[in-house]
């Protein structure tokens, strides 16, 4: 987390609440461990490319509350709950929602990742496009 961030009030009162972590970059099976014990994953950007940890948390089968830029509504496929970009209150009121919501692992948001765009998927795009440069 980075140092700035740490310095606002936002933060500061977020870091009371036992149920909130800003983990920061983490990999391998400590990453796992969170998404397999995580109830909400949140991706509030105003701004973002195609997000890993996006793929990743609807992969996992993780409730996810993300903002509604194109990026993220291009992957969530309908698995995310969503808020308008820079609605704090929007944002709010989601988290307020899936707070109230059984715990949740799907099989079927690891399957659609899988499927729309998992290695598979990016092969044959990519060859679509190939051979359609090539004029086949």
């Known amino acids: 987390v ?5 310095k606002t009030e936002y933060y500061q009162e977020a870091q009371k609440d036992p149920r909130i972590r800003f983990v920061g970059f983490v990999d391998g099976e400590r990453k796992a ?3 397999a014990n995580t109830h909400c ?3 509030p950007s ?4 195609q997000s890993i940890a996006l793929f990743e948390a609807i992969g996992y089968g993780v409730r996810v509350v993300c903002s509604d830029i194109y990026e ?5 496929g309908g698995y995310c709950m969503t ?14 929602e899936a707070d109230r919501l059984p715990f949740l692992r ?4 690891y399957d659609y990742i899988s ?12 060859d679509r496009v190939l051979r359609k440069a090539a004029g086949e």
């Open 106 to 109: 799907s099989r079927e948001r």
């Open 83 to 96: 808020f308008h970009a820079g609605d704090a209150d929007g944002l709010l009121r989601k988290l307020q």
């Open 46 to 49: 105003d701004l973002e490319g």
């Open 72 to 76: 993220n509504m291009a992957v969530s």
């Open 33 to 35: 461990e969170l998404y």
């Open 2 to 6: 980075p140092e700035t961030f740490k």
């Open 115 to 126: 499927r729309e765009h998992g290695v598979q998927q990016m092969y044959r795009e990519t």
């Open 41 to 43: 994953f949140v991706l």
